[in-house]
Nanobody
């Protein structure tokens, strides 16, 4: 079955950078769009970014646009989320998601989810 394993979370100071990774297995990676979501304490899970199958197209939530960059390496079955200029409001558990259709990812109706990695941004 599909497995998505996030890594790279941790504690970072405001203004700092962090790179999250998500390693995928159990799927033909290059045929799946991928996404990142996050959930802060007491809040609903929200869309952060998505990337098309070949990596040509990326989409971002307004709150992270210009600060976060999503990329993928289809040879390594891995997606990344480069977080720059981190803010305390970026503190959340970050989840990786996969689906055949990028529109489904943007709607948050993904077929597969990882278990998440904690990101904490201190002020």
């Amino acid at each position: 079955q599909v497995q998505l394993v996030e890594s790279g979370g941790g504690l970072v100071q405001a203004g700092g950078s962090l790179r999250l990774s998500c390693a995928a297995s159990g799927l033909t990676f290059s045929t799946y769009a991928m996404g990142w979501f996050r959930q802060a304490p007491g809040k609903e899970r929200e869309f952060v970014a998505a990337i098309s199958r070949g990596g040509t197209y990326t989409y971002y939530a307004y709150s992270v646009k210009g600060r976060f960059t999503m990329s993928r390496d289809n040879a390594k079955n891995t997606v990344y989320l480069q977080m720059n200029s981190a803010k305390p409001e970026d503190t959340a558990v970050y989840y990786c998601a996969a689906d055949a259709r990028i529109a489904t990812i943007q709607a948050g109706l993904c077929g597969s989810w990882g278990q998440g990695t904690q990101v904490t941004v201190s002020s």
